[in-house]
């Protein structure tokens, strides 16, 4: 077990509908980043957060937007969704963006 | 050019057999890698580091060639439960640009 958790593990939406996953990253890690993983694909970079803040950002549109709170959880929210947006989203936690990045189970969301 | 290419897979062995995965990276820049398993539906697991002077760990060894730009790992008398899908990660060379995947390679060992 890494410690860190998403919810929901599985997601069913409706093309145009929006979407927020969750994310508890591990106690102390300070760092979450989000991606995005198509069937048959590597895991693609959506953005990372630190401290609250955004310091990073993979080639996903605005429609992809997220949260930190204070306790260091996060929340990815997608707008206007889309069949391709179908996919297994993963956060991973971390002490810094250099360190050993720890993944929770993932939600599997699809979009009919 | 992708910024993490792996071998094509899939990877059909016996047990006991040897298996060698490569990898190679574009951004020179970048400093750390590493080598993530993720079994099928389930979520990547960091399998091990790796470093310019190699390392070891138990029966899987990976090798980095910074002047190559290429990572590879090495699986020795492969076992049923190594099958999985290999996924080749280099850290971004910026700050916070997280990790960078490859597509991955599969591997099936059967008895």
């Known amino acids: 077990e890494t410690g860190v958790t998403q919810s929901p593990t599985h997601l069913i939406k409706t093309r145009g509908q929006q979407v927020t996953l969750r994310c508890s990253s591990q106690?102390?890690?300070?760092?979450v980043s989000w991606y995005q993983q198509a069937l048959g694909q590597g895991p693609q970079f959506i953005f990372q957060y630190y401290r609250e803040e955004e310091n990073g950002r993979g080639n996903f549109p605005p429609r992809f937007s997220g949260l930190q709170f204070p306790n260091y959880s996060s929340e990815l929210n997608v707008n206007a969704l889309e069949l391709d947006d179908s996919a297994l989203y993963l956060c991973?936690?971390?002490?810094?963006?250099?360190?050993?990045?720890?993944f929770g189970q993932g939600t599997r969301l699809t979009v009919v | 050019r992708k910024e993490v290419e792996q071998d094509p897979g899939p990877f059909n062995v016996p047990e006991g057999a040897t298996v060698a995965f490569n990898c190679t990276y574009s951004n020179s820049a970048s400093q750390s890698f590493f080598w993530y398993r993720q079994d099928c539906r389930k979520e990547p697991k960091l399998l091990m580091s790796?470093?310019?002077s190699g390392n070891e760990d138990g029966r899987f060894t990976a090798q980095l060639n910074r002047a190559s730009q290429y990572i590879s790992l090495l699986i020795r008398d492969s076992k049923l439960s190594d099958s999985a899908t290999y996924l080749c990660?280099?850290?971004?060379?910026?700050?916070?640009?997280?990790?960078?995947f490859g597509k991955g390679t599969t591997l099936s060992v059967s008895s």
């Open positions: 790796v470093y310019s």
């Open positions: 106690s102390g890690h300070n760092t």
């Open positions: 991973a936690s971390s002490l810094g963006d250099r360190d050993q990045a720890f």
């Open positions: 990660v280099v850290n971004g060379a910026q700050a916070g640009t997280a990790l960078i």
